[in-house]
């Protein structure tokens, strides 16, 4: 009868259920099973939502872990509590091996994925920590709709030059392009359907663009890199820095004491080396710009430099200095310059030592 009652409150929520009581002289527990595993836990508020989103479609080697953090639902197991303890929860999960192909004229590039689902959205998911999502039908400004998003795991330490396959899939995603997806799993789908994902496509090619620079074999760029706004900022930084045509920092006159003017300088001619630090999840990476130009003294003291064009001699990965700023940045003495999209300005961001 307790069995019953429990289940009677516990299906509304999770849908059909088994119980199973054991007992034996020494011991006692109740197994309960479900069709959803995912069901067993609360999805009430939007961090709760968001911790379930991302043990389904996160990291897959993760998903156990994140499983633990999460909350069981109060109401179904308040309906259990006069059963047999310990309980032991149990369900499906859904992981079907499939591909998905991007297609852009005239190249595609396909990528194996485990198609899996919870009760608010399906998707499919790269091993590395990348997945495609699409939620269940919602309500959003009076239409029913479905909301379509591309994930990179903010925990995943999964190395991105270890993963190939996904940088030529994200490289291959450009606003014209659709997905195709195997054994007629729906509809292609545009590419600019999915929310973030163009996001990550552009560090995809940044990525591919700053592995020309020198010393880039040991910077440790990291899936978890493409999720964060200041790794973002950073890559796009110096995918621009790898190309001769561009001069991604400040060209002209450059002064660290902002009082003093130029025309109240000495100038000697010379080399003038320029660090430029950008912030990854795990490392500082100072990249050093250096050009032929002329260093301006004041009262005998360097205070700025004036030069035409820059290159990039090489990046140098650091232990990660935490910063207020989430762009690229320069320290000139007492002033910082940070590059918001290619743009410079002064900011008070910390750089550390």
């Not at 009868?1 to 002289?25: F, L, S, Y």
């Not at 836990?41 to 379930?52: K, M, N, R």
């Not at 620079?213 to 990291?222: C, E, K, Q, R, S």
Request: charged share 20%; with cysteine.
């Amino acid at each position: 009868m307790r069995a019953d009652a429990a289940r009677k409150i516990a299906e509304p929520i999770t849908g059909p259920v088994q119980i199973q009581i054991h007992r034996d002289a020494d011991s006692q527990a109740t197994l309960i099973a479900s069709l959803d595993l995912y069901a067993w836990f609360e999805q009430g508020t939007p961090a709760e939502q968001e911790a379930l989103y991302l043990a389904t479609f996160g990291e897959p080697v993760r998903r156990d872990q994140r499983m633990r953090e999460l909350a069981l639902s109060g109401k179904v197991m308040g309906g259990l509590a006069h059963l047999p303890q310990p309980y032991v929860l149990a369900g499906f999960v859904m992981d079907h091996p499939t591909r998905v192909c991007v297609q852009t004229t005239p190249v595609s590039a396909e990528l194996p994925v485990l198609r899996t689902a919870n009760e608010q959205h399906f998707g499919y998911v790269y091993p590395a920590g990348f997945a495609l999502t699409v939620s269940a039908r919602v309500e959003q400004d009076g239409q029913y709709v479905h909301l379509m998003r591309a994930l990179a795991d903010p925990d995943s330490d999964a190395l991105l030059g270890d993963h190939p396959v996904l940088l030529d899939f994200l490289a291959t995603c450009h606003p014209e392009s659709v997905f195709c997806f195997d054994d007629g799993d729906g509809p292609p789908l545009d590419v600019t359907c999915f929310e973030s994902l163009g996001d990550l496509a552009r560090c995809a090619a940044a990525y591919r663009d700053a592995q020309s620079l020198d010393g880039w074999d040991a910077v440790p760029v990291m899936v978890k890199d493409m999720a964060s706004p200041e790794s973002r900022n950073s890559l796009m930084f110096l995918g621009s820095a790898a190309d001769p045509q561009t001069q991604p920092i400040p060209r002209g006159l450059l002064l660290a004491a902002p009082e003093v003017e130029e025309e109240d300088c000495d100038t000697a001619s010379g080399t003038i080396n320029v660090p430029v630090v950008c912030n990854l999840a795990h490392s500082s990476l100072v990249a050093w710009f250096s050009g032929r130009g002329s260093v301006l003294f004041h009262d005998g003291d360097p205070c700025g430099f004036k030069v035409p064009a820059f290159r990039l001699d090489t990046v140098e990965v650091l232990p990660r200095v935490p910063s207020r700023s989430l762009f690229p940045r320069v320290l000139l003495g007492s002033r910082t310059l940070i590059c918001d999209e290619g743009r410079w300005q002064e900011s008070d961001a910390d750089t550390g030592q």
